[in-house]
């Protein structure tokens, strides 16, 4: 078993649809949770950053950490075309001292 | 101007030659890393530097070497490309103790 497991769609959608993305984990020690945009021939960009469980919200992202469950999701409300991106999730049991370990990440396309 | 530069940014070779990826940052952050994403298998590391004098092997290190010459520097070399080798490359970096990577545009690399 992978130890960070992300659906890779393609998923699409249309405009103002809200978006579900989510991965799960197998290491309970993980503690710091992210979530990574990359468009098309761009590197990936930090969208999101949480610490253990609990929510978080910025504009029209939420991102949500379950740690009972190993599972952590990403929605998007009111999901625009600019969406359009690979999201990637990534983890760690600590704040970077060892290497994020990333999910395989989902694609979305927001139709407008 | 980028703050993570990678060059070069696209490269066709043949089997058995050697390489070089290049990548310089003008942020100051004393971690860096190697990356090479391909399609349906995400992001992998390949080597991470924590400074100067600390090299690190990733996940699939195999085939390749590095060289940070100095803080800003970090250059990925492959001795004899083969063309399992075709990948995306991104070099990033991360301020000490935050978990967020910034990364480079990427470099393409066919190895015929």
């Known amino acids: 078993q992978k130890e960070v497991e992300q659906d890779p769609g393609p998923l699409s959608v249309p405009e103002g649809a809200i978006v579900s993305l989510n991965c799960t984990y197998s290491n309970s020690a993980f503690q710091y949770f992210m979530w990574y945009r990359q468009y098309s021939r761009k590197g990936p960009e930090l969208l999101m950053y949480t610490y253990s469980s609990g929510n978080k919200e910025d504009g029209r992202f939420t991102a949500q950490v379950d740690k009972s469950s190993k599972y952590i999701s990403l929605f998007i409300r009111d999901s625009q075309p600019s969406d359009s991106a690979t999201y990637l999730c990534?983890?760690?049991?600590?704040?970077?001292?060892?290497?994020?370990?990333f999910g395989k990440g989902t694609r979305l396309s927001v139709i407008a | 101007d980028a703050d993570v530069t990678q060059t070069p940014r696209n490269r066709i070779t043949k089997t058995g030659k050697r390489i070089m990826l290049e990548c310089s940052q003008t942020?100051?952050?004393?971690?860096m890393y190697w990356y090479r994403q391909d399609p349906g298998l995400g992001l992998r590391l390949i080597y991470y530097s924590f400074d100067v004098k600390d090299i690190n092997k990733g996940e699939i290190s195999d085939g390749y070497s590095v060289s940070r010459q100095a803080q800003a520097k970090f250059s990925l070399s492959l001795e004899s490309a083969i063309p399992n080798q075709t990948a995306l490359y991104f070099c990033?970096?991360?301020?000490?103790?935050?978990?967020?990577?910034?990364f480079g545009e990427g470099s393409r690399l066919t190895v015929l």
């Open positions: 942020k100051g952050h004393d971690r």
């Open positions: 990033a970096t991360m301020p000490a103790n935050t978990g967020e990577l910034f």
């Open positions: 990534a983890m760690s049991w600590n704040s970077g001292n060892t290497p994020l370990v």
